[in-house]
């Protein structure tokens, strides 16, 4: 299994911006993983956001956020980003990150459905 900590959430007011890191602990080299990131607002279920192939060759968006967001990976450092440009109120929520695979059409988590803590974001109107 893989841990991950999840850090960079607060509060910001619409049009805001956030960045966050995910730091990453594994047997395997980070490099090997594909990565991303998921939310889950307030009595809401689980939802994709953002994921990062290994190295970084290929990057993916939910539409939600896709021009707002930008994911990034730093293998040196087994560290994910992902920075957040033009908050608004919908997307608050508890971020997390997670090694993932992509099948049937969506990103899923690949750490046998282990996750990290969790980084709230609120974004205030």
């Known amino acids: 299994q893989v841990q991950m900590v999840e850090s960079g959430g607060g509060l910001v007011q619409a049009g805001g911006s956030l960045r966050l890191s995910c730091a990453v602990s594994?047997?395997?080299?980070?490099?090997?993983?594909?990565m991303a990131w998921f939310r889950q607002g307030s009595g809401q279920g689980r939802e994709f956001v953002s994921a990062i192939t290994r190295s970084g060759a290929s990057t993916d968006y939910a539409d939600s956020v896709k021009g707002r967001f930008t994911v990034s990976r730093d293998d040196a450092k087994s560290m994910m980003y992902l920075q957040m440009n033009n908050l608004a109120p919908e997307d608050t929520a508890v971020y997390y990150c997670?090694?993932?695979?992509?099948?049937?059409?969506?990103?899923?988590?690949?750490?046998?459905?282990?996750w990290g803590p969790g980084t709230q974001v609120t974004v205030s109107s």
């Open positions: 997670a090694p993932a695979n992509f099948r049937a059409g969506t990103w899923y988590n690949s750490n046998d459905d282990v």
């Open positions: 594994a047997r395997s080299p980070f490099s090997w993983y594909n």
